[in-house]
């Protein structure tokens, strides 16, 4: 998979020193946090800081998410198709929550 060295950073007004270290410990953890939720895997994560200045090194950051399958359950044959084999208001629905078009699914 095709990855990428990404550095975040911010440029501040002069931060107290007393907070630097929560600050710069909060943002590696929430980029760490969103990067996993979002499937996006990467090798090691660096912070650095100064009075100015938070940054976060990302080593390895993949370009794009893996791939993979999302299963959902929709209604049941009987509920999602009347008589005729048109679809109800249950099977469109679906689709709908689903983004995509009745005869897809």
Same mark, same amino acid.
């Given at each position: 998979?095709?990855?990428?060295?990404?550095?975040?950073?911010?440029?501040?007004?002069?931060?107290? *020193?007393? &907070?630097?270290?929560?600050?710069?410990?909060?943002?590696?953890?929430?980029?760490?946090?969103?990067?996993?939720?979002?499937?996006?895997?990467?090798?090691?994560?660096?912070? &650095?800081?100064?009075?100015?200045?938070?940054?976060?090194?990302?080593?390895?950051?993949?370009?794009?998410? *893996?791939?993979?399958?999302?299963?959902?359950?929709?209604?049941?044959?009987?509920?999602?198709?009347?008589?005729?084999?048109?679809?109800?208001?249950?099977?469109?629905?679906?689709?709908?929550?689903?983004?995509?078009?009745?005869?897809?699914?």
């Amino acid at each position: 998979m095709n990855t990428r060295t990404f550095l975040f950073e911010i440029g501040t007004e002069e931060i107290p *020193a007393r &907070f630097l270290q929560s600050l710069v410990a909060n943002l590696t953890a929430n980029f760490s946090s969103e990067l996993t939720k979002h499937k996006l895997s990467f090798t090691h994560i660096k912070s &650095f800081t100064t009075p100015r200045r938070l940054a976060v090194l990302i080593e390895q950051l993949a370009a794009k998410q *893996a791939d993979y399958t999302i299963e959902r359950k929709g209604p049941k044959i009987a509920k999602a198709y009347d008589a005729k084999g048109n679809p109800t208001a249950a099977a469109l629905g679906f689709a709908r929550s689903c983004q995509t078009q009745i005869t897809e699914l």
